[in-house]
């Protein structure tokens, strides 16, 4: 599910800024970018994150401005006009190249001035990022109240449309009959058929095409789609996507033995709104 939490706080003289931005994904996957001074607590932020977060692609960004103008990193001046003087000697054209750069991948013309980040600080910088995964999660809980509310109307339009289907299948069991004795006495003589026998084959041929059972199992997925959806587990797409593909195995049942154009054509719109269902899952937890 996707997801944003943003907050701004200010630690002493320093303004500090958490951002996370959240994909859905089948695991806990942290893109992080931080201060170099709180590297030194990564680990501890990416538990923060695994404890609090379920499953989600993030991109977490903490950022901090000062005012006094503290930089992580210093340019040794001495060793860069050093050096740059040392290369221009070799008496080499050097017209085409870009010295600075060259120079600056030198080992140490760039240090660190990273120091140890103290307890009062991480304590408040945690509580900034605590305050961003709320929002981050009472965003997602948002737009996980929307698509609970959008599988809830696909299933309910299957439902409808497997009422419809009982309006149909009276009447397609006496168009079977219809048909098949159309073709006896195209192609027979009334003379030469066993009325005893016709009976006969005509009931194990309609058992073959009932799709009572079928019915039943949808009603009873569809209904239990439902009640998943409704309870208070948080991670429940994997189950969601089982029952939706239970439900799809009856409606193609039901389509498969329709032998009924008006019949096909509801299981075609069943199908329709079960796809949407399905898209809808690869959204959620």
Same mark, same amino acid.
């Given at each position: 599910?996707?997801? !944003? ?23 806990? %996957? ?7 001074? @709180? ?18 692609? $993030? ?11 503290? %930089?992580? @990193?210093? &340019? ?17 054209? &050097? ?18 001035? /990273? ?8 304590? @408040?910088?945690?509580?900034? =990022? ?7 999660? /009472?965003?997602?809980? +948002? ?22 289907? /009982?309006?149909?299948?009276? %009447?397609? +069991?006496? =168009? ?26 005509? $009931? @194990?041929?309609? /058992?073959?095409? *009932? ?6 199992? &949808?009603?009873?997925?569809? *209904? !239990? ?6 309870? %208070? ?6 189950? &969601? ?5 239970? +439900? ?36 959620? =937890?």
């Amino acid at each position: 599910m996707t997801g !944003y939490g943003h907050v701004v706080g200010q630690f002493e003289d320093k303004e500090i800024i958490v951002e996370i931005r959240c994909l859905n994904s089948k695991v806990n %996957d942290f893109r992080m970018k931080i201060p170099n001074l @709180y590297k030194q607590k990564e680990l501890d932020i990416r538990k923060i994150l695994n404890d609090t977060i379920v499953r989600g692609k $993030l991109d977490v960004t903490i950022t901090v401005a000062s005012p006094t103008g503290e %930089d992580e @990193y210093t &340019l040794d001046k001495n060793m860069i006009q050093s050096l740059h003087r040392q290369i221009l000697n070799l008496g080499i054209d &050097l017209s085409n190249t870009d010295i600075l750069n060259a120079i600056l991948k030198f080992p140490n013309v760039i240090t660190s001035n /990273e120091s140890v980040i103290n307890d009062e600080e991480f304590a @408040y910088v945690t509580k900034l =990022l605590q305050e961003a995964i709320v929002k981050l999660n /009472e965003f997602r809980s +948002i737009e996980g109240i929307t698509i609970e509310t959008d599988m809830n109307l696909r299933i309910d339009l299957i439902l409808k449309a497997l009422v419809a289907i /009982e309006v149909f299948d009276q %009447d397609r +069991i006496s =168009l079977l009959k219809e048909k098949m004795m159309k073709s006896l006495t195209a192609n027979f003589s009334s003379e030469n058929i066993d009325k005893n026998r016709f009976e006969q084959e005509l $009931l @194990y041929y309609l /058992e073959r095409l *009932d799709i009572t059972e079928e019915k039943v199992r &949808l009603k009873q997925h569809c *209904d !239990y789609f439902l009640q998943e959806v409704a309870n %208070d587990q948080v991670s429940k797409s994997k189950k &969601l996507n089982f029952i939706s593909q239970e +439900i799809g195995r009856e409606i193609n049942t039901l389509g498969a033995k329709a032998q009924h154009s008006s019949i096909q054509k509801i299981v075609v719109g069943m199908k329709d709104e079960l796809e949407k269902i399905k898209e809808q899952l690869a959204n959620i =937890l």
